[in-house]
T-cell receptor, first 115, second 114 residues
Framework: AQKITQTQPGMFVQEKEAVTLDCTYDTSDQSYGLFWYKQPSSGEMIFLIYQGSYDEQNATEGRYSLNFQKARKSANLVISASQLGDSAMYFCAMREGAGRRALTFGSGTRLQVQP | DVKVTQSSRYLVKRTGEKVFLECVQDMDHENMFWYRQDPGLGLRLIYFSYDVKMKEKGDIPEGYSVSREKKERFSLILESASTNQTSMYLC?????????????FGPGTRLTVT
C-alpha cells in the first residue's frame, strides 16, 4: 500500500485565489511527522511546513497552512492568495516513528498559477 | 543558512562506468540521505547515514553503494552505471533529533547514462 498518496497530478489556480493540495497517508505508528516541500523548476526542494502527529493545532507558515485531519489520515496543504511564484511541484512526505529518520514521499502535485 | 551542495548539476556517463556523486553539508548534521527522483514516483530513498562510516539501505539500494568518511560528506557510488539509473539524484541532510528536524536538500544532480 502507498504510504503517501497525492491524487492530484496537476492543479490550476488563478492568481490571488486559495488552493488545496491533497495528501493522505498510511501508518500504524502513533508518532509521526508530516511535511510539505516545494520544488520549483530549478530543482531544489524547499521545506514549507511541518505537522507532528501529536500537534493539536494545524500548522501555519505565512500563506501556507496544513489542514490536519488525523482520523481521516489526511494532511492537505492550503496555499492562500496564490502568487505566480507558487507554480511548482509540491510533495507531501512522512517520517514514521521516532527511530526512522528518512522521509517517504508522495508522487507530487504540479501546481500552475495563472494570471 | 544551511547549505547542501552536490558536485555536479548535470552528468552524462556511459553504461558500465563507475560514477561518483558527492554531497557536502555545512551544518554539522548527523543524518545524510540520497534520494532518487523519477516522474510520477516522487522521491525514493536509496541510502542514508546517521554517523561517519554508518549507513543503512533505503528502499532502492540495488546497484548503488555509499561512503561517509567525514561527517560533512556523503558519496553515492554507481558501481557499474546502467541506463535505468538515468534519473535526478537528490542529497539531503538533517539533525539527528529535535522536532521537526526537517531535511535540507541539495540542488540535485541530473544523471544521464547512455
Amino acid at each position: 500500500a502507498q504510504k503517501i498518496t497525492q491524487t492530484q497530478p496537476g492543479m490550476f489556480v488563478q492568481e490571488k485565489e486559495a488552493v488545496t493540495l491533497d495528501c493522505t497517508y498510511d501508518t500504524s505508528d502513533q508518532s509521526y511527522g508530516l511535511f510539505w516541500y516545494k520544488q520549483p523548476s530549478s530543482g531544489e526542494m524547499i521545506f514549507l511546513i511541518y505537522q507532528g502527529s501529536y500537534d493539536e493545532q494545524n500548522a501555519t507558515e505565512g500563506r501556507y497552512s496544513l489542514n490536519f485531519q488525523k482520523a481521516r489520515k489526511s494532511a492537505n496543504l492550503v496555499i492562500s492568495a496564490s502568487q505566480l511564484g507558487d507554480s511548482a511541484m509540491y510533495f507531501c512526505a512522512m517520517r514514521e516513528g521516532a527511530g526512522r529518520r528518512a522521509l517517504t514521499f508522495g508522487s507530487g502535485t504540479r501546481l500552475q498559477v495563472q494570471p | 543558512d544551511v547549505k547542501v551542495t552536490q558536485s555536479s548539476r548535470y552528468l552524462v556517463k556511459r553504461t558500465g562506468e563507475k560514477v561518483f556523486l558527492e554531497c557536502v553539508q555545512d551544518m554539522d548534521h548527523e543524518n545524510m540521505f540520497w534520494y532518487r527522483q523519477d516522474p510520477g514516483l516522487g522521491l525514493r530513498l536509496i541510502y542514508f547515514s546517521y554517523d561517519v562510516k554508518m549507513k543503512e539501505k533505503g528502499d532502492i539500494p540495488e546497484g548503488y553503494s555509499v561512503s561517509r568518511e567525514k561527517k560533512e560528506r556523503f558519496s553515492l557510488i554507481l558501481e557499474s552505471a546502467s541506463t535505468n539509473q538515468t534519473s535526478m539524484y537528490l542529497c539531503a541532510s538533517s539533525f539527528l533529533a529535535g522536532d521537526p528536524y526537517e531535511q535540507y536538500f541539495g540542488p540535485g544532480t541530473r544523471l544521464t547514462v547512455t
